[in-house]
């Protein structure tokens, strides 16, 4: 748990109060990547990081899942740069490496072997980090999530300095996201947020930011999606997201990303994908275990039936949680996306694995109930089994 002492920039038409931010910084580090570099929203942006003379080097290569490998790369092209801050725009990935850079770009920094191997970093330079998508919630967390190709899975590198100086929440820069974008990374930031809720850490603090945030994302989310220049739906889904963000600085997650995890580090699945397949399967296991959280949660729903008794709302969220997948067009055959069934056993080894994320479980989950939800998500294989 890390305190945060961001300040935080909200609302559209925002970016002008971005440029005190400025004062004195004479060269700036642009972390983005091409599809949003391209952004009018993000032309502006880095007008006004230009402006007054200052230099700007931007990277804009950033992958989806970026590596080890990546960051080396990026510190050897901007090495002997004297850097006052670094600005990140973009998605999960994109905020991650910022956060990073900015650590890295601080001469009494350790290096990145170092970061792997668990040392803490104490300084980075100043940040500011814009997220171009409503669902990780990386602007407000101390984690950056790197994935280590050799060992097929991902690492998480933690620390309170990670957390940024300035956060700018703009909506108008997420209208052009496409819908299967919004979409998954809205399912990701609900994940955040409910795995958050039911943690073994689980805490008032997390808990009072989790809730805040299932309320706008479950009010928020499918409008968001169809209707894109809805600015107040697309602050709101940036609000939910953050503050899922806050409940991981003060919870954490769990099952959802521990099975996500190998997933993303093998076949690189998009992150906000693998979590929207989990989502149900992995909540119907844990539902026994947290039928109060669960009914509070179903009360958030703006059409929910109240009249309805604890066990019914949790059974009635998980069903919901399916149809919202469903609904938002998101995928649920890991077959498809070229995973196979033959790799059940690799999963649920390396799932077992991420054991910081199992220690928050907030149940005994068992070799064949990770096994058993992996095979929910390949329907042909069940339909053969039922057929034996």
Not at 257 to 265: C, I, K
Not at 313 to 319: C, F, N, P, R, T
Not at 334 to 345: H, K, N, Q, R
Request: hydrophobic share 45%; net charge negative.
């Amino acid at each position: 748990m890390a305190t945060i002492n961001s300040t935080v920039i909200s609302g559209s038409k925002a970016i002008q109060a971005l440029q005190p931010l400025l004062a004195g910084r004479r060269q700036l580090l642009l972390v983005t990547d091409k599809n949003i570099a391209g952004l009018e929203t993000v032309a502006r942006i880095h007008a006004l990081l230009a402006a007054d003379g200052r230099q700007v080097i931007t990277i804009e290569n950033i992958p989806p899942e970026p590596s080890h490998h990546d960051i080396r790369e990026i510190v050897k092209d901007i090495e002997g740069r004297s850097i006052d801050m670094v600005i990140g725009i973009g998605g999960g990935s994109v905020l991650d490496t910022a956060k990073l850079l900015c650590v890295l770009c601080h001469p009494d920094t350790p290096t990145l072997d170092a970061m792997l191997a668990g040392e803490k970093p104490q300084q980075r330079i100043a940040s500011l980090l814009i997220p171009a998508t409503a669902g990780t919630g990386s602007e407000a967390t101390p984690n950056a999530i790197l994935a280590i190709p050799e060992q097929n899975t991902k690492v998480g590198i933690v620390s309170p300095t990670l957390l940024p100086d300035y956060v700018a929440l703009l909506p108008e820069l997420t209208t052009s996201m496409p819908a299967h974008i919004a979409s998954s990374t809205g399912i990701d930031a609900l994940c955040h947020l409910i795995e958050c809720f039911t943690a073994t850490i689980a805490n008032p603090v997390s808990d009072n930011a989790a809730l805040i945030g299932l309320k706008k994302l479950l009010c928020n989310i499918e409008t968001s999606v169809n209707n894109p220049e809805n600015l107040l739906a697309k602050q709101e889904m940036l609000w939910a997201s953050y503050y899922g963000g806050v409940a991981i600085n003060h919870a954490g997650t769990h099952l959802v990303h521990a099975l996500s995890y190998p997933l993303g580090g093998q076949y690189h699945l998009p992150h906000g994908i693998a979590n929207a397949m989990l989502l149900a399967p992995c909540m119907k296991v844990l539902r026994p275990h947290a039928v109060d959280k669960f009914a509070q949660v179903w009360d958030l729903l703006p059409d929910a039936d109240r009249a309805l008794s604890a066990d019914e709302k949790s059974l009635a969220l998980v069903d919901y949680f399916s149809a919202l997948v469903k609904r938002l067009n998101l995928p649920g055959n890991l077959a498809t996306l070229g995973v196979p069934a033959s790799d059940i056993p690799a999963l649920t080894a390396a799932a077992l694995n991420v054991k910081r994320l199992m220690n928050n479980v907030p149940c005994q989950v068992s070799h064949d109930d990770i096994q058993s939800i992996y095979q929910t998500l390949f329907p042909e294989w069940n339909s053969q089994r039922s057929e034996k």
